[in-house]
């Protein structure tokens, strides 16, 4: 029950905070072109819940504030840094309950840096195959190219590299 009272008094907050933002008004090709995101990924990102349906005016046209815009590019940079979808959902919902503890924020950060990790290990090995790869090339026939031998014969690689 306590929970319902919380989440009444969050939307309610939420609520006058966007009819205060919305003295800052932008359709929706302004909030693009301020944050360089396309027209479609707004729309995108409000479909799939990251962003509220804007209020609209009363031409119909999508009215956007000042949150709005703050929340886009809360969104973009998390994109620019790799964190999918889901992580930047959490990370938002955080972001909205300001009270909570940030631990989940600092164990979504840190798994996903893990992963980044992981995948810079593979991009190495990538590297160091690929330039093995490219020293071993002979010129010539495409019937006496080592390039093409090792393609066609994983076997012949060194490392244990798989696509990144």
């Given at each position: 029950?306590r929970r319902d ?14 009819k205060?933002?919305?003295q800052t ?7 693009a072109r301020?944050?360089g ?12 819940g ?6 609209r ?6 009215a956007y504030?000042t ?9 973009r940079h998390?994109?620019?840094l ?10 938002l ?6 009270d909570?503890?940030?631990?989940e ?6 798994g996903?840096?893990q992963?980044?990790?992981?995948k810079i290990?593979?991009?190495?090995l990538l ?7 490219v ?30």
């Amino acid at each position: 029950m306590r929970r319902d009272v919380k989440a009444c008094t969050v939307q309610a907050s939420k609520a006058m905070n966007r009819k205060a933002d919305m003295q800052t008004s932008l359709r929706i090709g302004d909030l693009a072109r301020s944050t360089g995101t396309t027209v479609e990924t707004i729309r995108y990102y409000e479909r799939i819940g990251l962003l509220a349906k804007p209020d609209r005016t009363e031409g119909n046209y999508r009215a956007y504030g000042t949150l709005d815009l703050k929340r886009l590019n809360f969104i973009r940079h998390a994109r620019g840094l790799g964190f999918e979808v889901a992580e930047i959902r959490s990370l938002l919902d955080l972001a909205d309950h300001p009270d909570r503890d940030c631990g989940e924020a600092d164990s979504i950060a840190s798994g996903h840096l893990q992963a980044v990790e992981a995948k810079i290990e593979q991009l190495q090995l990538l590297q160091t195959e690929l330039t093995r790869l490219v020293g071993a090339c002979r010129g010539g026939r495409a019937a006496d190219c080592r390039v093409l031998e090792v393609l066609g014969d994983h076997s012949l690689c060194e490392a244990d590299h798989k696509s990144a």
